[in-house]
Nanobody, 124 residues
Framework: QVQLVESGGGLVQAGGSLRLSCAASGRTFSDYFMGWFRQAPGKEREFVAARRWGGSSTYYADSVKGRFTISGDNAKNTVYLQMNSLKPEDTAVYYC?????????????????WGQGTQVTVSS
């Protein structure tokens, strides 16, 4: 049973930083693509960032490029999303997701497993 558990959300002022963590368990993720998505109230879930487990290539939405960084710690089975220079428009519930595939996955429909989400609120 795959489990993804996010943590690290909270309330931060604009310009601040947060680091989200996604602890993965239940299987070996070496053949998985890991992604972060977010969903703001009244909006559709949108892609934020992704990387292949253990891989070096990373992918970002234009809205977060240069401010967010996705990384992973294989020993801890954890994926991170470092968020800097946060803006009020980054306010959303952030979800970690896993897709069993080797190629880039940028759509939520391509991911089979999801965490419960963690709230990020950026005040102006």
């Amino acid at each position: 049973q795959v489990q993804l558990v996010e943590s690290g959300g909270g309330l931060v002022q604009a310009g601040g930083s947060l680091r989200l963590s996604c602890a993965a368990s239940g299987r070996t993720f070496s053949d998985y693509f890991m992604g972060w998505f977010r969903q703001a109230p009244g909006k559709e879930r949108e892609f934020v960032a992704a990387r292949r487990w253990g891989g070096s290539s990373t992918y970002y939405a234009d809205s977060v490029k240069g401010r967010f960084t996705i990384s992973g710690d294989n020993a801890k089975n954890t994926v991170y999303l470092q968020m800097n220079s946060l803006k009020p428009e980054d306010t959303a519930v952030y979800y970690c997701a896993a897709a069993r595939r080797a190629n880039y996955a940028g759509r939520s429909s391509e991911y089979e497993f999801w965490g419960q989400g963690t709230q990020v609120t950026v005040s102006s």
